[in-house]
Nanobody, 128 residues
Framework: QLQLVESGGGLVQPGGSLRLSCAAS????????IGWFRQAPGKEREGVSC????????NYADSVKGRFTISRDNAKNTVYLQMNSLKPEDTAVYYC?????????????????????WGQGTQVTVSS
């Protein structure tokens, strides 16, 4: 069974940091482009970042550039999202998703429909 599992979410104060992990089971991630998405209550799911299968190409939403860093360790079958300088508006459920390798090169990398496999999400709350 193909499965993605996110972890690392939690409650953090503004300005704080969290590192999210996305681990795969039932398949290896090294073929796939991996994206991170988030969805806040009452809002649409939005693309946060994407990384190529080899890790050499990354994309970021303007709202997180300079604060978030995506990386991957294919030997551990895991993708990470390091989130620094967190703001209350970063509060959301964060999801990782797997897509065909070419997705990372397209302007639609942030489109949820481009992704085939999804995790269940992890809650991130930024509040004082």
């Amino acid at each position: 069974q193909l499965q993605l599992v996110e972890s690392g979410g939690g409650l953090v104060q503004p300005g704080g940091s969290l590192r999210l992990s996305c681990a795969a089971s039932g398949f290896t991630l090294d073929y796939f482009a991996i994206g991170w998405f988030r969805q806040a209550p009452g809002k649409e799911r939005e693309g946060v970042s994407c990384i190529s299968s080899s890790g050499d190409i990354t994309n970021y939403a303007d709202s997180v550039k300079g604060r978030f860093t995506i990386s991957r360790d294919n030997a551990k079958n895991t993708v990470y999202l390091q989130m620094n300088s967190l703001k209350p508006e970063d509060t959301a459920v964060y999801y990782c998703a797997a897509s065909a390798p070419a997705t990372v090169y397209a302007s639609e990398w942030s489109t949820p429909d481009k992704y085939d496999y999804w995790g269940q999400g992890t809650q991130v709350t930024v509040s004082s």
